[in-house]
């Protein structure tokens, strides 16, 4: 469905079902990111490769859309309309990161501390990535 998708509406369209993908199947995420070989997203993967605190195995690139997040905060509003998943470790990560995200354009300081700890509780690395950004 993703990459149908992709093929007939482009890279904006499809970034729920990315997500959504990443989430729940890390390997088939990252086959479909092989045949899309989209120059932009081949782009951002090697870029998660080079950069991620992983495990350096496939199953990391289900932190993609967390990380993702950091690097291109402009895509929130896409990655916000993924559907609510397994509540994994990383589907949590990606979502406070929607909430601190707009925290920040808000002001919130309270919050947003509290959301930064539980981001470095359930990542550190991640944690640490999105602290250099700030």
């Known amino acids: 469905m993703a990459e149908a998708r992709y093929r007939a509406d482009g890279l904006e369209s499809v970034w729920p079902l990315l997500t959504e993908l990443a989430w729940l199947s890390p390997g088939h995420f ?31 690139l289900a932190w993609f859309p967390a990380w993702v997040l950091i ?31 707009n925290l920040e354009r808000q002001g919130h300081q309270h919050e947003l501390v509290e959301r930064r700890k539980a981001l470095r509780d359930l990542h550190a690395g991640l944690y640490a990535t999105y602290m250099k950004t700030r």
């Open 30 to 60: 990252a086959a479909l990111l092989q045949r899309l070989a989209d120059a932009s997203l081949d782009a951002l993967r090697r870029k998660f490769d080079a950069n991620f605190e992983g495990s350096g195995q496939t199953a990391d």
């Open 71 to 101: 690097d291109k905060p402009g895509l929130a509003p896409q990655l916000r309309e993924a559907q609510p998943s397994r509540q994994t470790a990383p589907e949590r990560a990606t979502r406070l990161l929607l909430q601190i995200l």
